[in-house]
């Protein structure tokens, strides 16, 4: 018989009744019924109730036993009565009688608890996380997380596409997040940077006349955490193709995230094909570049509706200045004063003025709003909207780059409050034509908008005559639910058109000579067009796992301070290794009162 066991914890059946086997693994939780000791016995596979009576030389050692020690039991598999089965566990129809017990690893007292999950600071949990993730919802989740990735791979690899791995040791680059730097022993003064993406390298691979690239890739950018964003670290399905236009990224990429959302998404759907949202539609109907498309809500331009109306909040701000706007945020079942005021409330927690509204009953709007603008205006919002009794709208007014963003939120608000979001679906989109550029306030500047590798629309012929804010970009978001899984585009590959990109930004030629002369150099001999997209892993998993938070579905994550707490990093390290690297450690000024 096997040292440890000779089944695991979660394999046993009634048609295993009569065997005497072996099993190992923790001591999950223990009862005391009338006389008899139940032990439930742990491994990564599942739990095995285990039985001992008073008798039994191992009764005591067991009951002192604390949760989480390690033992290995030996014993005949009894069928369970019929009034003691446990139909929610896949073991349940069984129980081991233990003849013999050897104890592999005693525990301590636990600094938190493993069975029934109860809440714990955060800190505590990071800190302990060997523990923690013994606790069954955070252990499937990273089970789910190795079953979705196997399924990417697969998935890929079916496709055509090659997984090639790309270097972790490169040259700092500026893609937009601050670099971690690795200073270089063998050549004193300088340092290599962990890649923020592999976005240089699989586009080298392209030009290298690769034909479809992709790698489960980690990538290393020093920012601030967030719910939805881990510091340090994080891993995406990076993929590049050749000899594609936009369309053709989509239809490879598509089918491998439908597939897994399909696959893993516990019954719910993932909506295909996926919608393709220019960004100015996006910004306008959902007031976001990453809409949740599971709200039905879609907000509309009623400026009109406005101009020169006895509403003189709203007429005057138009008559004063004709970049302003009035949209209009319709909210169906939402026509209560009682839910208006509510909202109400709401925007001006969120510093706004407040929320102007009508809501509808009896054939009539009602509030304020509705009172000023009149019966006539106040029906043509109502047929405009496709609105009725019970129903309500609510206003936001001024420039729309100024409350674009409040309006999404306003949206998503009322969604919520109103349950009108879709339950039990994934819905993707598309988000294209992102323009190239924006306007930097506060440098007074052009800038790029988003990834300065993509090729503008219209090509040299748009960078030389078209305003650069006018200029879109083959630059393309996925999102789910509201979420951004990926930023993507068609890559610009041609020399003479990303140094002029790059010139209207205010960069010149030896500044991107200098920032990315590999690539740049690569091009000039013979690039095909090619395009990719890098879909977040951790979202994917925290998405298909329910969870609205990254660290529940990451292995050993960093706290909100970018800190591993449990293997205390970062670190000081000795004075040995600083004059091994040529590095002398500045302390940073002391603020006022002696604090550091």
Known sequence: MHAYRTKTCGELRPSDVGQTVRLSGWIHRKRDHGGL????????????QCVLEPEN????????LRVESVIQVTGEVLARSDETVNPNLPTGGIELRVDTMEILSEAGELPLPVFGEPDYPEDTRLKYRFLDLRRDTLHQNLVLRSQIIASIRRRMTDSGFLEIQTPILTASSPEGARDFL???????????????APQQFKQLIMVAGFDKYFQIAPCFRD????ADRSPGEFYQLDMEMSFVEQEDVFQAIEPVLAGVFD????????????PRIPYAEAMRKYGSDKPDLRNPIVMENVTEVFRDSGFKVFAGMIEKDPKVEVWAIPAKTGGSRAFCDRMNGWAQKEGQPGLGYIFFREGEGAGPVAKNIGEERTAQVRDQLGLGDGDAVFFVAGKPKDFMAFAGRARNQVGRELDLFEKDVFRFCWIVDFPMYEWDEDRKVVDFSHNPFSMPQGGMEALETQDPLDILAYQYDIVCNGVELSSGAIRNHRPEIMLKAFEIAGYGADDVEEAFGGMLNAFRYGAPPH???APGIDRIVMLLAGVENLREVIMFPMNQQAEDLMMG???????????????????PPKKAGGES
């Open 531 to 533: 395009g990719g997209i």
């Open 263 to 274: 696959e893993f998404g516990e019954g719910k759907a993932a909506d295909k094909p996926f």
């Open 37 to 48: 000791l139940f032990v439930d016995l742990r491994d990564h596979y599942g739990l095995t």
């Open 182 to 196: 690795v200073p270089s022993r063998l050549h004193p003064g300088k340092f290599y940077a962990l890649p923020q």
């Open 223 to 226: 920012e601030d955490a967030r």
């Open 57 to 64: 030389k191992f009764f005591e050692t067991l009951e002192r």
């Open 569 to 587: 990093a970062p670190s000081n390290v000795s004075k040995e290794q600083l004059k091994e690297l040529n590095i002398r450690v500045v302390e």
